[in-house]
């Protein structure tokens, strides 16, 4: 179907689209650039609920903004009862964002993105432990790591002169108290996920057949007789619906999802449920602890806590200006969305999925008490947490500001009824027509892998004559860089080099 033929004269809704997207964020953009490149005749159909794309998740004040490669986040290499040290996790994650790194600089190459610095930048990555355990802890994941390829540049120091060179913030007021150690990597990213979704939400307004929809709600999803979709949406401020048709849709709207989920009614979504935990970060008003600090430095979590709520000290550059973050403090809100309803998770709720989240409830009492005594905290509390990162932190130096709100998944269980996954998940409806994200971190870092899985599940048949195609975007696909050290090195190289990240 030509884009002429399905234009609608409803203020750009095409109203018989091939593909529906609905999410203005960075996967929706990921897909929709995929699917032009791939099939450029397709027609696509963009719904995003607020008044601009990337305002949610891949907002940049919304997300932590790390290229997260398993560097530094020390919840991806899990401990063993006895000692030794899983960095299988950590391997995958890596790859993974290798291939997004790979795809966004076939898009460099091709014109799509003029300056890759508009996204993304060379930020170096460390780990950051106190006391003999911790010390201990990170030594043995260091060995284990170090053996690898993929982590063959990392560095270990418990020498305050050497920590001091790498974040000088680290060692400022310490005064020889206590043991700390630290890993790092040079080759560590800080990336702005709202920068990069403009980016390809703009080349896709300019193609032909794609249309922008924004200020649009979907209101319901129902499949029809030949197994595409009937989309009903609303645009804020009409008081009536319009009814869209697709082969296909996806759901890629961040917390928003799991709602949409349950209103398609396929078999796979059923027993999902949702977990919301709000973020909140302090930031440095002090420009000269600004520029002394130039690293992502990560701790451990505290007991209890999900892997989205792990310290870290972070440079961040958010629209070209360079800030200082500390967090995420977590807190509780109802909402699946930061412009969500306080309704959300009490409407989530169904008879498919009560009692996988009542499960979860009773075998996660410290993640309650974990969450409770974040929302309790002061001031005073939060200070004394950035204290052992940077113990001459000064409380008038920082403030606290809001960012985003991520639901963590609920699934059903066979043995315990339930349990709380993290995460990104992909669920798809077995012909292939719908499919939809749960989840959250690493999420946008390994967008482009997670994305390619959703090619394969719902377009497995297209995907046959495409390889070549994917190929040309994703130079690794089909191909195991953990198992080949020059392969990855070569395509490393080269993506680095037109990131500008060499």
């Known amino acids: 179907m030509s884009s002429q033929a399905s234009k609608a004269v409803n203020g750009g809704l095409i109203s018989h689209p091939d593909v529906i997207l609905i999410?203005?964020?960075?996967?929706?953009?990921?897909?929709?650039?995929?699917?032009?490149?791939?099939?450029?005749?397709?027609?696509?159909?963009?719904?995003?609920?607020?008044?601009?794309?990337?305002?949610?998740?891949?907002?940049?004040?919304?997300?932590?903004?790390?290229?997260?490669?398993?560097?530094?986040?020390?919840?991806?290499?899990?401990?063993?009862?006895?000692?030794?040290?899983?960095?299988?996790?950590?391997?995958?994650?890596?790859?993974?964002?290798?291939?997004?790194?790979?795809?966004?600089?076939?898009?460099?190459?091709?014109?799509?993105?003029?300056?890759?610095?508009?996204?993304?930048?060379?930020?170096?990555?460390?780990?950051?432990?106190?006391?003999?355990?911790?010390?201990?802890?990170?030594?043995?994941?260091?060995?284990?790591?170090?053996?690898?390829?993929?982590?063959?540049?990392?560095?270990?120091?418990?020498?305050?002169?050497?920590?001091?060179?790498?974040?000088?913030?680290?060692?400022?007021?310490?005064?020889?108290?206590?043991?700390?150690?630290?890993?790092?990597?040079?080759?560590?990213?800080?990336?702005?996920?709202?920068?990069?979704?403009?980016?390809?939400?703009?080349?896709?307004?300019?193609?032909?057949?794609?249309?922008?929809?924004?200020?649009?709600?979907?209101?319901?999803?129902?499949?029809?007789?030949?197994?595409?979709?009937?989309?009903?949406?609303?645009?804020?401020?009409?008081?009536?619906?319009?009814?869209?048709?697709?082969?296909?849709?996806?759901?890629?709207?961040?917390?928003?999802s799991l709602k949409l989920l349950q209103k398609s009614d396929i078999p796979e979504g059923k027993g999902f449920g949702g977990f919301p935990v709000s973020g909140q970060f302090l930031v440095c008003d002090n420009e000269e602890l600004v520029e002394k600090h130039a690293a992502k430095v990560y701790g451990k979590a505290a007991v209890g806590a999900p892997p989205m709520s792990v310290p870290h000290l972070d440079t961040r550059v958010i629209d070209g200006k360079k800030s200082l973050l500390f967090g995420p403090y977590a807190g509780f809100s109802p909402k699946f969305l930061k412009s969500g309803s306080m309704f959300d998770l009490l409407s989530s709720v169904t008879v498919d999925n009560l009692g996988p989240m009542l499960a979860v409830g009773r075998d996660n009492m410290n993640l309650t008490e974990y969450l409770y005594q974040e929302v309790v905290n002061t001031h005073q509390d939060r200070m004394d947490m950035l204290r052992d990162f940077f113990p001459d932190a000064k409380n008038q130096e920082w403030r606290l500001v809001t960012a985003g709100q991520r639901v963590q998944i609920i699934k059903k269980d066979t043995e315990v009824g339930g349990k709380l996954q993290f995460g990104t998940e992909v669920v798809s409806s077995s012909d292939g027509s719908i499919a939809a994200l749960l989840g959250a971190s690493p999420g946008a870092s390994t967008s482009v892998a997670i994305i390619l899985e959703v090619l394969e599940r719902c377009f497995a048949e297209e995907m046959k004559g495409w390889k070549d195609g994917v190929k040309s975007m994703v130079a690794s696909y089909g191909e195991s860089l953990a198992e080949n050290k020059e392969r990855y090195e070569e395509v490393r190289g080269r993506a680095d080099k037109a990131l500008g990240i060499a």
């Open 23 to 256: 999410g203005g964020g960075i996967m929706s953009a990921t897909l929709g650039v995929m699917l032009k490149k791939l099939k450029p005749e397709m027609t696509i159909q963009i719904i995003e609920a607020l008044p601009s794309v990337a305002l949610e998740s891949s907002h940049a004040w919304n997300n932590a903004g790390t290229g997260h490669a398993a560097l530094c986040e020390l919840n991806y290499t899990p401990q063993a009862a006895d000692g030794s040290i899983n960095i299988s996790k950590a391997v995958k994650i890596n790859e993974d964002f290798e291939k997004s790194k790979q795809f966004w600089a076939y898009l460099v190459e091709q014109g799509v993105i003029d300056e890759p610095g508009d996204f993304i930048r060379k930020v170096p990555h460390m780990s950051f432990v106190n006391g003999d355990d911790g010390c201990e802890f990170l030594r043995k994941r260091h060995e284990a790591m170090k053996g690898h390829h993929f982590f063959d540049e990392m560095e270990y120091s418990e020498d305050p002169a050497k920590i001091s060179e790498w974040a000088p913030l680290l060692t400022a007021g310490r005064n020889g108290s206590g043991k700390v150690g630290v890993t790092h990597v040079d080759s560590g990213t800080d990336i702005d996920f709202g920068s990069l979704t403009k980016i390809l939400i703009n080349y896709l307004k300019g193609l032909d057949g794609v249309s922008l929809s924004t200020e649009t709600s979907v209101r319901d999803l129902d499949q029809q007789p030949d197994g595409g979709w009937k989309v009903r949406v609303r645009r804020d401020g009409e008081r009536s619906s319009e009814k869209l048709y697709a082969k296909f849709v996806f759901i890629g709207a961040g917390g928003g």
